[in-house]
């Protein structure tokens, strides 16, 4: 009577202990492979802080900066790479690197070092590293709490024995914190696994391979010993032998031994389904309910840490928004401001990379990427992110599946998800008529796949930040229209002020000499009676084009008000000053303007001309003379000029200095 039921519970524990024990021995495994993840992924985002800072610096100095880097342990090596030749810091390991990006990984016995890079617009590569020895994988085994077996990318000659850690030949592993043979037998079935897959060895370790990917650039074989140990068998023998001799003991053992821990396992399972991850049960001894104990405790701590890990991610992410909307709502700075928007975007979804581009005159502009190639021009209606942005709908998918074909100029990608800064117009100056209120650019991101709420995510976050946009925009035009003029695009009265003031300042302080032109086109009054005002702004628009077109880069050309002009010429004296003047009045003379397309305006200009320090000490002082020069060119009989000082100057004097390149690009 007791026998059978005894027996029945042997096998039943037996099975059940088995069953525990493997799915521990999986927990174990999957704990072990996010350890390492987490491990060499934070590894690797230090490396690339590292690569960042130091590219983030003057050239000059980030040779120095990265040895401080390496000083403080945050880095093994820093390797510069530029155009011209290559620095090293001392003491780096040697190549090979093993990429954090997962990507350009060569046939090599083994890498001697994990690095993170940052290139920059000029071709230079900063990659940081640190050293890939038996000192690592003995601390990614400890933070894993599985053995660690490192896999070549391609066969080893040596064998090195060091701080008890096998290195091993020909096609077996490079580190291994398992002894020769089962080192050997965990390799061999990891080569034979594809990404995150599970294998078995004949002696009944479970074994799971990860990398090379991006993130985690080394080949890892992560296992775990996954069967129960023979003492436990024998345990099992020895307690049906004993209840055998003595039933009635045997069944009182087990009342008191088995059927209370389950009852207590049972109800602490209960409390953890509610949500208390914090219960614990007492471990009474070594036997199969004692290790059901102690992997039920085990589960519940790894539990806590991961729902902990995910807290914390939770808060990196609220800290990753909470910087976002600082700089959207406190910086008028679009650099800044794409930049932000990318990163957070990528830290939000997981990209491995991404663009943001901007609309310009019916193609999109990359203005900021990630890990990619930032020279992108893409037309409007074209590809993936044309297409986005002529619809103003989002896509998500991948390339080979879902579609569409991408332009020449697109990034290559196999995931995707883009998303649209939404604003009414852009698409119908295109030409294109869409189904949707289109974008004035795409926040597009690559990398694993996406999900659903991925793109609410985005599609939220885009929106948000289309209007730190435009508010960037109002604040650059406003910024614009307050020192220029609207109708001729020149410099207005207020910037003149200013600049005549420190132009001034500054020709005086190192003993230099600044010609002021003051210009006056001749009878505009009688332009506009005659054609108009619209012609009359024509008029003046034409003219400060031609202002443009005559002047040096150096110069400045500023609106005053009404039909008067003032030109300011650097380092320029009263020669210079009335070669320009012969210049521009030749330049207005020589070709009416067509105002409106119906009128040929003849027009003429009369020009004063006036030099600091030799008609004033002063600005003010320089721009009254430069006046009082143009009101005698206009009493001598208009379209002629004059030098301050009431002379009549000859025609065609010479820049007292060399001439810039025109001002073909006006202000």
């Known amino acids: 009577m007791v026998l059978g039921p005894v027996l029945l519970g042997a096998v039943f524990v037996g099975v059940t202990a088995t069953q525990v024990s493997a799915d521990r021995a999986t927990e174990r495994l999957d704990y072990a492979s996010s350890a390492v993840r987490t491990t060499v992924g934070a590894l690797c985002r230090q490396l690339q802080t590292v690569a960042e800072a130091v590219a983030s610096t003057q050239d000059e100095d980030r040779l120095a900066i990265a040895a401080q880097f390496v000083a403080r342990g945050a880095a093994s090596g820093v390797h510069i790479e530029r155009s011209s030749g290559g620095e090293t810091t001392p003491a780096a390991p040697p190549p090979p690197w093993a990429d954090c990006s997962g990507g350009g990984h060569e046939a090599v016995a083994g890498y001697e ?41 391609a066969p080893t000659v040596s064998n090195t024995q060091e701080l008890g850690l096998k290195r091993v030949s020909n096609e077996e592993p490079i580190f291994s914190t398992l002894q020769s043979e089962e080192a050997s037998a965990v390799a ?22 990860i990398g090379p990917v991006a993130g985690q650039p080394l080949p890892v074989a992560i296992s775990v010993d996954a069967g129960l140990p023979r003492s436990t068998h024998l345990m099992l023998i020895f307690v049906v032998m004993l209840t055998g001799l003595a039933a009635i003991v045997a069944a009182w053992w087990l009342a008191r031994t088995a059927t209370a821990p389950l009852v207590g396992l049972s109800q602490a399972a209960e409390k953890v389904a509610a ?31 991961y729902v902990t890990a995910l807290t914390a991610s939770r808060d990196q992410l609220r800290g990753h928004l909470g910087v976002l909307g600082d700089t959207l709502s406190s910086t008028h700075d679009l650099d800044r401001i794409l930049h932000v928007i990318l990163q957070t975007a990528r830290h939000a979804t997981g990209a491995t990379s991404g663009l943001v581009l901007l609309a310009e005159q019916g193609v999109l502009v990359g203005k900021c990427a990630s890990e990619m190639d930032v020279d992108v021009r893409v037309p409007i209606g074209d590809g993936l992110v044309g297409s986005v942005a002529a619809t103003g709908v989002p896509r998500m ?27 009414p117009g852009l698409a119908e100056a295109a030409g294109i008529i869409p189904a949707l209120p289109a974008a004035r650019g795409v926040l597009a991101l690559y990398g ?40 001729t695009g020149l410099f207005n009265y207020r910037s003149l002020r200013e600049t005549l003031r420190r132009e001034a300042d500054r020709a005086g302080r190192f003993g230099r000499k600044l010609a002021v032109l003051a210009l006056d086109l001749d009878h505009f009054k009688e332009i506009n009676d005659r054609f108009g005002h619209a012609a009359g702004d024509a008029v003046l628009a034409e003219f400060a084009q031609r202002i443009r077109y005559e002047i040096r880069e150096v110069d400045i050309a500023f609106r005053q008000g009404g039909e008067e002009f003032v030109i300011l010429l650097p380092e320029t004296d009263d020669a210079g000053g009335i070669a320009v003047a012969e210049r521009l009045c030749e330049a207005v003379r020589r070709a009416p303007i067509m105002a409106l397309d119906e009128f040929s305006i003849p027009v003429t ?24 020069a143009l009101y005698l060119a206009k009493t001598s009989g208009r379209d002629t000029f004059r030098l301050a000082g009431g002379a009549l100057v000859e025609v065609g004097g010479a820049s007292g200095g060399p001439q810039a390149p025109r001002q073909a690009q006006g202000r």
């Open 113 to 153: 070092a994990i690095s993170a890079r940052a290139a920059l617009s000029d071709g230079t590569i900063i990659s940081a590293a640190t050293t890939v020895d038996v000192q690592f994988v003995v601390r990614l085994s400890g933070a894993s709490g599985a053995a660690l077996t490192v896999l070549p990318a």
């Open 188 to 209: 061999q079935i990891a080569n034979g696994l594809g990404q995150d897959a599970l294998g078995k060895t004949a002696g009944g370790a479970l074994v799971r391979r």
């Open 275 to 305: 949500g208390d991850l914090q219960t614990r049960v007492p471990v009474t001894g070594s036997d199969e309910i004692g290790r059901l104990a102690s992997a039920f405790n085990h589960m519940t701590r790894e539990l806590e840490t």
């Open 397 to 423: 998918g991948r390339v080979d599946r879902d579609g569409p074909r991408l332009a020449e100029t697109e990034p290559e990608c196999e995931s995707y998800v883009v998303v649209p800064f939404s604003s």
């Open 448 to 487: 694993p796949d996406f999900n659903d709420q991925d793109l609410v995510t985005l599609r939220t976050f885009a929106g948000q930040a289309a209007v730190a946009l435009d508010n960037v925009r109002v604040h650059e035009e406003a910024q614009r229209l307050s020192v220029t003029d609207s109708l």
């Open 605 to 628: 200009v009369s020009i004063g001309i006036a030099v600091l320090p030799d008609h004033g000490m002063s600005g003010v002082a320089v721009l009254r003379a430069a006046d009082e």
